[in-house]
Nanobody, 125 residues
Framework: VQLVESGGTSVQTGGALRLSCAAS????????IGWFRQAPGKEREGISYITSADKYTAYADSVKGRFTISSDSAKNTVYLQMNRLKPEDTALYFCAARDSDSFYYTFLPGGYDYWGQGTQVTVSS
């Protein structure tokens, strides 16, 4: 099982980015995928997830209305579209996978089994 994030870069406030999480060794139709981020000196924060079967999505309040998670089965990739970026969105962004669509621990790092290496997003004012 492998997850590879990409798409992180530096942008200005108000800009947009799309992060990708490419999966291998499993299909995104069988695993729930979560997006997390970690800023320097802060704990890893769950910001969004998508379930495997129904593609149900949920968001943390900090990103709701600005970020959108989606899944492309053909490419076996999950995306995170980030709009209206703010300096406080600056962080290392990770995707993670779990083989359960349970609604428990969906925003907690301990609820996931597999992790990517992260991609850096920097938003300047």
């Amino acid at each position: 099982v492998q997850l590879v994030e990409s798409g992180g870069t530096s942008v200005q406030t108000g800009g947009a980015l799309r992060l990708s999480c490419a999966a291998s060794g499993f299909t995104v139709d069988d695993y729930a995928i979560g997006w997390f981020r970690q800023a320097p000196g802060k704990e890893r924060e769950g910001i969004s997830y998508i379930t495997s079967a129904d593609k149900y999505t949920a968001y943390a309040d900090s990103v709701k209305g600005r970020f959108t998670i989606s899944s492309d089965s053909a490419k076996n990739t999950v995306y995170l579209q980030m709009n209206r970026l703010k300096p406080e969105d600056t962080a290392l962004y990770f995707c993670a996978a779990r083989d359960s669509d349970s609604f428990y621990y969906t925003f907690l790092p301990g609820g996931y089994d597999y992790w990517g290496q992260g991609t850096q997003v920097t938003v300047s004012s």
